[in-house]
């Protein structure tokens, strides 16, 4: 079981450059997200997707554009990098919303992103 | 602000020690917390979820709880092993918005065989 997918694992980006994370899951979950882990912060949420062709802001969307034109997938994108958009983006899923549900978020593995 | 903390932020115990781990909660008005694992370099691994309308949840070695009035979740690991060292977080699922989940920092936890 592949579950959920992101590539790449690894990424150094130059201030302004741009880039698309990729996440790919097998689950046929409706619900997908995409959060950043920074040291002392917990896990912040960027964007998410209640079903495709949907996205909506989570806590932290400023600097980041999503897309969700296949349900299986969730793109997350960088326009200018910035040095404050270094760290581990994580992506999940999960079969329903978390606050109506006992199913929970099954997450990726994580990209580790540091703009010099 | 809905506000998840543990506290220690790392914690080591002898292989065998039965532990438990923090995790508090600012807002009571919770629908469910979950406990996740995760290893140096990966993803979060789920452990256990516990609805609002239940008191705690077991699966193996892993008991949690969930006390709303107090604001409180534990995790407790009975008998200890090396291959539990990781980082523990809770998240919490907080109602007034959709899919608010709310992440502690964490608890690192190293067991020493």
């Known amino acids: 079981n592949a579950g959920v997918t992101q590539t790449p694992k690894f990424r150094v980006l130059k201030t302004g450059q741009s880039m698309t994370l990729l996440c790919a899951q097998d689950m046929n979950h409706e619900y997908m997200y995409w959060y950043r882990q920074d040291p002392g912060m917990g896990l912040r949420l960027i964007h998410y997707?209640?079903?495709?062709?949907?996205?909506a802001k989570g806590e932290v969307p400023d600097g980041y554009n999503v897309s969700r034109l296949k349900k299986q997938n969730f793109l997350l994108g960088l326009e200018s990098a910035a040095p404050s958009q270094t760290s581990v983006y994580f992506c999940?899923?999960?079969?329903?919303?978390?606050?109506?549900?006992?199913?929970?978020?099954?997450f990726g593995d994580g990209t580790r992103l540091s703009i010099l | 602000k809905q506000e998840v903390t543990q506290i220690p932020a790392a914690l080591s115990v002898p292989e065998g020690e039965n532990l438990v781990l923090n995790c508090s909660f600012t807002?009571?008005?919770?629908?469910?917390l979950q406990w996740f694992r995760q290893d140096p370099g990966k993803g979060l691994t789920s452990l256990l979820l516990?609805?609002?309308?239940?008191r705690e949840q077991t699966s193996g070695r892993l008991n949690a709880s969930l006390d709303k009035s107090s604001g409180r979740s534990t995790l407790y690991i009975a008998a200890s092993q090396p291959g539990d060292s990781a980082t523990y977080l809770c998240a919490a699922c907080f109602s007034g918005g959709y899919q608010k989940v709310t992440f502690g920092t964490g608890t690192k936890l190293q067991v020493i065989p």
């Open positions: 999940a899923s999960s079969y329903a919303p978390g606050a109506s549900s006992n199913q929970p978020q099954h």
């Open positions: 516990i609805q609002s309308s239940q």
């Open positions: 807002d009571s008005a919770i629908y469910n």
């Open positions: 997707s209640v079903g495709e062709g949907t996205t």
